[in-house]
């Protein structure tokens, strides 16, 4: 396992994020009446409030290839709401569209121009980059063999004992973008379990059962991810 602290050296790029008038009110915190896989165990999670974004949330159709914009936009979420509210920079601050994202990527030359307005997808690294962008924030990246081994796991539950926070996470055989926000271990078994959040949805949300009971918000036994190497971004948001 590969483990290294990102910390870019760009300076922030001058673009403004506008603010969003969304068709629909996003879903907060879908994992709020989910409870725990078993009774007895030991349960960490992500401390603070995001918002639930997915396929089409905001009018733009991607599905297929945007659930990595989904994740980076619903952990950004998460930041401006994680940091202190009173401030008048976090009040001014919003969460970008998939265009400007794409934009962000482009001004610092990780993309080349035609990435912009593209149907390309983004990766664990592409979203560190923006939020270094945006909130000079250091990340964790960790380049994983195997989800479920006892070294990834260590790191996984270390950092939400620490951060309590929001970690994006990408595969090379699993590519679906998805979050991890909270860890599970039972006290009878041992086994492990991780809160997922997928942003595949791609309809308007009733409610957060919804999700639930369609799969896109669950807790995950470590040994049912698909085998395969994995990069997760940590976001060191304290």
Same mark, same amino acid.
């Given at each position: 396992?590969?483990?290294?602290?990102?910390?870019?050296?760009?300076?922030?790029?001058?673009?403004?994020?506008?603010?969003?008038?969304?068709?629909?009110?996003?879903?907060?915190?879908?994992?709020?009446?989910?409870?725990?896989?078993?009774?007895?165990?030991?349960?960490?999670?992500?401390?603070?409030?995001?918002?639930?974004?997915?396929?089409?949330?905001?009018?733009?159709?991607?599905?297929?290839?945007?659930?990595?914009?989904?994740?980076?936009?619903?952990?950004?979420?998460?930041?401006?709401?994680?940091? %202190?509210?009173?401030?008048? @920079? *976090?009040?001014?601050?919003?969460?970008?569209? !998939?265009? /400007?994202?794409?934009?962000?990527? =482009?001004?610092?030359?990780?993309?080349?121009?035609?990435?912009?307005?593209?149907?390309?997808?983004?990766?664990?690294?592409?979203?560190?980059?923006?939020?270094?962008?945006?909130?000079?924030?250091?990340?964790?990246?960790?380049?994983?063999?195997?989800?479920?081994?006892?070294?990834?796991?260590?790191?996984?539950?270390?950092?939400?004992?620490?951060?309590?926070?929001?970690?994006?996470?990408?595969?090379?055989?699993?590519?679906?973008?998805?979050?991890?926000?909270?860890?599970?271990?039972?006290?009878?078994?041992?086994?492990?379990?991780?809160?997922?959040? %997928?942003?595949?949805?791609? @309809? *308007?949300?009733?409610?957060?059962?919804?999700? !639930?009971? /369609?799969?896109?918000?669950?807790? =995950?036994?470590?040994?049912?991810?698909?085998?395969?190497?994995?990069?997760?971004?940590?976001?060191?948001?304290?």
């Amino acid at each position: 396992m590969a483990t290294c602290e990102a910390d870019c050296d760009a300076a922030p790029v001058p673009l403004k994020i506008m603010p969003k008038d969304y068709v629909y009110s996003l879903l907060e915190d879908p994992q709020r009446i989910l409870s725990p896989p078993t009774a007895v165990g030991e349960t960490l999670g992500i401390r603070g409030s995001f918002e639930y974004f997915h396929y089409g949330c905001d009018g733009h159709q991607d599905a297929g290839w945007g659930c990595g914009y989904r994740t980076l936009q619903s952990a950004i979420s998460w930041i401006i709401r994680r940091r %202190d509210s009173s401030s008048v @920079s *976090v009040k001014d601050q919003h969460v970008p569209s !998939i265009r /400007e994202i794409q934009q962000i990527l =482009v001004n610092i030359g990780d993309k080349g121009a035609g990435f912009e307005g593209s149907r390309d997808w983004i990766g664990t690294l592409e979203e560190f980059y923006v939020i270094d962008v945006l909130y000079q924030l250091p990340c964790r990246i960790l380049h994983v063999k195997e989800l479920g081994s006892a070294e990834a796991l260590a790191q996984i539950r270390s950092y939400f004992e620490e951060y309590q926070g929001f970690i994006a996470v990408g595969g090379i055989s699993d590519t679906a973008s998805k979050a991890i926000i909270g860890y599970h271990c039972s006290a009878e078994t041992g086994r492990v379990y991780l809160l997922i959040v %997928d942003p595949h949805f791609a @309809s *308007v949300p009733s409610c957060r059962q919804q999700l !639930i009971d /369609e799969g896109y918000v669950r807790w =995950v036994p470590v040994d049912e991810f698909p085998a395969g190497t994995y990069n997760l971004c940590l976001i060191l948001q304290p």
